[in-house]
Protein backbone atom coordinates (compact mmCIF):
# COMPACT_ATOMS: atom_id res chain seq x y z
CA UNK A 1 0.00 0.00 0.00
CA UNK A 2 3.00 2.31 0.96
CA UNK A 3 4.46 1.91 -2.58
CA UNK A 4 1.13 2.24 -4.16
CA UNK A 5 0.66 5.33 -2.27
CA UNK A 6 4.25 6.40 -3.68
CA UNK A 7 3.58 6.05 -7.31
CA UNK A 8 0.58 8.14 -7.07
CA UNK A 9 2.25 11.06 -5.23
CA UNK A 10 5.26 10.27 -8.07
CA UNK A 11 2.77 10.68 -11.03
CA UNK A 12 0.98 13.47 -9.48
CA UNK A 13 4.16 15.51 -9.82
CA UNK A 14 4.07 15.38 -13.90
CA UNK A 15 0.82 17.25 -14.86
CA UNK A 16 1.20 15.64 -17.90
CA UNK A 17 0.80 12.38 -16.63
CA UNK A 18 -1.40 13.03 -13.88
CA UNK A 19 -4.01 14.92 -15.07
CA UNK A 20 -8.20 15.26 -15.46
CA UNK A 21 -8.07 15.63 -19.28
CA UNK A 22 -11.53 16.02 -20.17
CA UNK A 23 -14.41 17.47 -17.75
CA UNK A 24 -17.82 17.73 -19.17
CA UNK A 25 -20.93 19.54 -17.05
CA UNK A 26 -24.66 18.91 -18.51
CA UNK A 27 -26.52 22.63 -19.00
CA UNK A 28 -29.61 20.33 -20.09
CA UNK A 29 -32.21 18.48 -17.96
CA UNK A 30 -33.07 15.65 -20.69
CA UNK A 31 -31.18 12.59 -20.57
CA UNK A 32 -30.80 9.85 -22.92
CA UNK A 33 -33.15 7.51 -24.43
CA UNK A 34 -31.23 3.65 -24.43
CA UNK A 35 -32.57 2.24 -27.35
CA UNK A 36 -28.96 1.59 -28.61
CA UNK A 37 -29.13 4.61 -30.89
CA UNK A 38 -26.79 7.41 -30.97
CA UNK A 39 -29.70 10.23 -31.15
CA UNK A 40 -29.89 13.80 -31.71
CA UNK A 41 -29.64 15.66 -28.66
CA UNK A 42 -28.61 13.01 -26.79
CA UNK A 43 -25.23 13.20 -25.00
CA UNK A 44 -25.59 17.07 -25.38
CA UNK A 45 -26.05 16.42 -29.29
CA UNK A 46 -22.51 14.25 -29.25
CA UNK A 47 -20.32 16.76 -27.15
CA UNK A 48 -20.32 14.80 -24.13
CA UNK A 49 -17.54 12.34 -25.63
CA UNK A 50 -14.77 11.15 -24.40
CA UNK A 51 -11.50 9.70 -26.25
CA UNK A 52 -8.70 7.21 -25.45
CA UNK A 53 -6.11 5.66 -26.79
CA UNK A 54 -4.13 2.49 -27.46
CA UNK A 55 -4.44 -0.38 -30.17
CA UNK A 56 -3.44 -3.27 -28.18
CA UNK A 57 -6.52 -4.73 -28.33
CA UNK A 58 -7.55 -3.72 -31.76
CA UNK A 59 -8.29 -0.45 -30.69
CA UNK A 60 -11.91 -1.10 -29.00
CA UNK A 61 -11.45 1.46 -26.41
CA UNK A 62 -8.52 3.39 -27.90
CA UNK A 63 -10.26 4.22 -31.25
CA UNK A 64 -13.90 4.10 -29.03
CA UNK A 65 -15.74 6.65 -27.58
CA UNK A 66 -17.56 7.32 -24.22
CA UNK A 67 -20.56 9.05 -24.16
CA UNK A 68 -22.08 10.59 -20.53
CA UNK A 69 -25.50 12.60 -20.29
CA UNK A 70 -27.60 12.96 -17.41
CA UNK A 71 -30.57 13.97 -15.90
CA UNK A 72 -32.58 14.70 -12.51
CA UNK A 73 -32.68 10.51 -11.90
CA UNK A 74 -30.22 8.99 -13.86
CA UNK A 75 -26.35 9.10 -15.15
CA UNK A 76 -26.51 7.67 -18.48
CA UNK A 77 -23.80 6.10 -20.16
CA UNK A 78 -23.12 5.41 -23.92
CA UNK A 79 -20.66 3.33 -25.44
CA UNK A 80 -19.78 3.10 -29.23
CA UNK A 81 -16.78 0.51 -30.15
CA UNK A 82 -13.68 1.37 -31.60
CA UNK A 83 -13.24 -2.32 -32.98
CA UNK A 84 -14.86 -5.78 -32.47
CA UNK A 85 -16.33 -5.75 -28.69
CA UNK A 86 -14.02 -9.15 -28.15
CA UNK A 87 -13.30 -8.32 -24.03
CA UNK A 88 -14.12 -6.13 -20.94
CA UNK A 89 -14.84 -2.45 -21.00
CA UNK A 90 -14.64 -1.34 -17.55
CA UNK A 91 -15.65 2.11 -16.83
CA UNK A 92 -14.15 3.08 -12.96
CA UNK A 93 -16.94 5.35 -11.35
CA UNK A 94 -15.66 7.91 -8.39
CA UNK A 95 -19.25 9.11 -7.13
CA UNK A 96 -18.68 9.88 -3.95
CA UNK A 97 -16.75 10.31 -0.77
CA UNK A 98 -14.60 6.93 0.21
CA UNK A 99 -13.65 4.07 -2.33
CA UNK A 100 -11.08 1.87 -2.99
CA UNK A 101 -7.94 1.41 -4.97
CA UNK A 102 -6.41 -1.55 -7.13
CA UNK A 103 -4.79 -2.98 -3.94
CA UNK A 104 -7.38 -3.47 -2.00
CA UNK A 105 -9.56 -5.86 -3.91
CA UNK A 106 -9.10 -9.23 -5.61
CA UNK A 107 -12.54 -10.77 -6.56
CA UNK A 108 -11.58 -13.67 -9.84
CA UNK A 109 -15.25 -15.19 -9.67
CA UNK A 110 -15.40 -14.30 -13.51
CA UNK A 111 -14.46 -11.83 -15.82
CA UNK A 112 -16.00 -8.77 -15.37
CA UNK A 113 -15.16 -9.19 -11.60
CA UNK A 114 -11.56 -10.05 -12.61
CA UNK A 115 -11.02 -6.65 -14.90
CA UNK A 116 -13.27 -4.76 -12.07
CA UNK A 117 -11.32 -5.54 -8.84
CA UNK A 118 -7.81 -5.83 -10.53
CA UNK A 119 -6.10 -4.25 -13.89
CA UNK A 120 -3.18 -6.69 -13.68
CA UNK A 121 -3.34 -9.79 -12.27
CA UNK A 122 -0.06 -10.14 -10.99
CA UNK A 123 0.68 -5.95 -9.85
CA UNK A 124 -1.55 -3.18 -8.09
CA UNK A 125 -1.78 -0.95 -10.86
CA UNK A 126 -1.90 3.14 -9.51
CA UNK A 127 -5.32 4.91 -9.88
CA UNK A 128 -5.17 8.32 -11.35
CA UNK A 129 -4.24 10.58 -8.15
CA UNK A 130 -7.50 12.00 -6.29
CA UNK A 131 -9.73 9.04 -7.63
CA UNK A 132 -10.90 6.18 -5.38
CA UNK A 133 -13.23 4.36 -7.11
CA UNK A 134 -16.64 3.39 -5.83
CA UNK A 135 -18.63 1.58 -8.88
CA UNK A 136 -17.72 -0.68 -11.69
CA UNK A 137 -19.59 -0.74 -15.18
CA UNK A 138 -18.27 -3.09 -17.22
CA UNK A 139 -19.49 -4.12 -20.98
CA UNK A 140 -18.50 -6.67 -22.94
CA UNK A 141 -19.89 -9.00 -25.56
CA UNK A 142 -22.51 -10.47 -22.74
CA UNK A 143 -24.30 -6.85 -21.81
CA UNK A 144 -23.27 -4.74 -19.01
CA UNK A 145 -23.25 -5.02 -15.45
CA UNK A 146 -22.77 -2.94 -12.09
CA UNK A 147 -20.85 -3.46 -9.61
CA UNK A 148 -19.82 -1.98 -6.17
CA UNK A 149 -16.12 -1.81 -5.27
CA UNK A 150 -15.66 -3.44 -1.69
CA UNK A 151 -12.45 -4.39 0.01
CA UNK A 152 -11.87 -8.30 0.23
CA UNK A 153 -9.74 -11.02 -2.04
CA UNK A 154 -12.83 -13.48 -1.91
CA UNK A 155 -14.05 -14.36 -4.75
CA UNK A 156 -17.42 -12.95 -5.48
CA UNK A 157 -16.94 -10.41 -2.59
CA UNK A 158 -18.13 -7.28 -5.07
CA UNK A 159 -21.76 -6.34 -4.64
CA UNK A 160 -23.43 -7.64 -7.53
CA UNK A 161 -26.06 -4.92 -8.35
CA UNK A 162 -27.52 -5.16 -11.95
CA UNK A 163 -27.70 -6.56 -15.28
CA UNK A 164 -28.53 -5.41 -18.55
CA UNK A 165 -28.65 -8.03 -21.15
CA UNK A 166 -30.16 -5.68 -24.18
CA UNK A 167 -26.83 -5.11 -25.70
CA UNK A 168 -24.76 -8.18 -26.85
CA UNK A 169 -22.24 -9.37 -29.09
CA UNK A 170 -19.01 -8.68 -29.70
CA UNK A 171 -19.87 -6.45 -33.03
CA UNK A 172 -19.29 -2.68 -33.29
CA UNK A 173 -22.71 -1.71 -32.34
CA UNK A 174 -23.32 1.24 -30.03
CA UNK A 175 -24.07 0.47 -25.97
CA UNK A 176 -26.16 2.34 -23.73
CA UNK A 177 -26.81 1.65 -20.05
CA UNK A 178 -28.71 3.97 -17.21
CA UNK A 179 -28.10 3.97 -13.85
CA UNK A 180 -29.98 6.08 -10.91
CA UNK A 181 -28.03 8.75 -9.52
CA UNK A 182 -29.27 7.52 -6.42
CA UNK A 183 -27.51 4.35 -6.30
CA UNK A 184 -24.37 5.86 -6.95
CA UNK A 185 -24.90 8.03 -3.95
CA UNK A 186 -24.64 10.90 -5.90
CA UNK A 187 -26.15 14.01 -4.83
CA UNK A 188 -26.88 16.70 -7.09
CA UNK A 189 -24.98 19.18 -8.36
CA UNK A 190 -21.89 17.36 -8.51
CA UNK A 191 -19.28 15.78 -10.56
CA UNK A 192 -18.35 11.97 -11.04
CA UNK A 193 -14.66 10.91 -11.73
CA UNK A 194 -13.57 8.01 -13.78
CA UNK A 195 -11.40 6.14 -16.22
CA UNK A 196 -11.49 3.17 -18.14
CA UNK A 197 -9.54 -0.02 -18.87
CA UNK A 198 -10.06 -2.53 -21.59
CA UNK A 199 -9.43 -6.39 -20.21
CA UNK A 200 -9.97 -9.68 -21.09
CA UNK A 201 -12.09 -12.05 -19.04
CA UNK A 202 -8.83 -13.87 -17.51
CA UNK A 203 -7.46 -10.35 -16.32
CA UNK A 204 -5.05 -9.62 -19.62
CA UNK A 205 -4.55 -6.29 -19.55
CA UNK A 206 -4.47 -4.00 -22.94
CA UNK A 207 -2.79 -0.79 -23.42
CA UNK A 208 -6.30 0.75 -24.74
CA UNK A 209 -7.65 3.26 -21.83
CA UNK A 210 -9.90 6.18 -21.40
CA UNK A 211 -8.53 8.87 -21.36
CA UNK A 212 -5.24 8.13 -22.61
CA UNK A 213 -2.20 8.17 -20.73
CA UNK A 214 1.47 7.87 -22.15
CA UNK A 215 3.42 5.14 -20.07
CA UNK A 216 0.39 3.00 -20.93
CA UNK A 217 0.15 3.69 -24.85
CA UNK A 218 4.01 3.90 -24.83
CA UNK A 219 4.51 0.22 -24.39
CA UNK A 220 3.06 -3.26 -24.76
CA UNK A 221 0.11 -4.38 -23.11
CA UNK A 222 0.69 -4.94 -19.59
CA UNK A 223 -0.66 -8.42 -19.78
CA UNK A 224 -0.77 -9.98 -16.43
CA UNK A 225 1.51 -7.71 -14.88
CA UNK A 226 4.06 -10.51 -14.11
CA UNK A 227 6.68 -9.62 -16.12
CA UNK A 228 6.57 -6.48 -18.45
CA UNK A 229 7.21 -3.06 -16.93
CA UNK A 230 9.04 -5.52 -14.45
CA UNK A 231 5.79 -6.29 -13.11
CA UNK A 232 6.45 -3.53 -10.61
CA UNK A 233 3.12 -2.15 -8.53
CA UNK A 234 1.74 0.46 -10.33
CA UNK A 235 3.51 0.67 -13.22
CA UNK A 236 2.41 1.92 -15.79
CA UNK A 237 -1.08 1.79 -13.91
CA UNK A 238 -3.56 4.45 -14.79
CA UNK A 239 -2.38 8.12 -14.18
CA UNK A 240 -5.23 10.89 -15.95
CA UNK A 241 -9.18 10.71 -15.37
CA UNK A 242 -11.90 12.55 -16.76
CA UNK A 243 -15.11 13.81 -15.07
CA UNK A 244 -18.38 14.14 -15.66
CA UNK A 245 -20.65 16.83 -13.65
CA UNK A 246 -24.43 16.02 -13.62
CA UNK A 247 -27.41 17.69 -14.49
CA UNK A 248 -28.49 20.02 -11.13
CA UNK A 249 -32.10 18.75 -9.59
CA UNK A 250 -34.63 21.62 -9.89
CA UNK A 251 -34.55 22.02 -6.07
CA UNK A 252 -30.34 22.38 -6.22
CA UNK A 253 -31.13 24.86 -9.21
CA UNK A 254 -33.75 26.82 -7.02
CA UNK A 255 -31.76 26.73 -4.47
CA UNK A 256 -28.71 28.37 -6.39
CA UNK A 257 -31.10 30.95 -7.70
CA UNK A 258 -32.42 31.65 -4.22
CA UNK A 259 -28.46 32.21 -2.99
CA UNK A 260 -27.98 34.28 -6.49
CA UNK A 261 -31.09 36.76 -5.26
CA UNK A 262 -29.27 36.42 -1.55
CA UNK A 263 -25.83 38.01 -2.87
CA UNK A 264 -27.56 40.58 -5.50
CA UNK A 265 -29.36 42.10 -2.56
CA UNK A 266 -26.34 42.29 -0.49
CA UNK A 267 -24.39 44.28 -3.02
Not at 4 to 31: E, F, K, M, N, R
Not at 106 to 125: H, K, M, N, Y
Amino acid sequence: MKKLALVCLLAAAVPSLAALITAHSDTTPTGAVVDGVLGPGEYGNGAYQYLGAGTGFGGVVGNGALYMDSDAGNLYIGFQPGGNLNDNVVIMLDTRAGGFLDADMRDRADGGRRGASEQCLEADDAYPAGVFPDFAVVIGSFGIVLFELTAGSTDGHLNFLNYDGTFTGNGTNFREYAIPLATLGRSVPGCIKFFVPYISDSGYASNESIPPYDPLQLNGNPGFGDGQFGGTVGTPGYGNHNEFCVYPEPTSLALLGLLAGLVMRRR
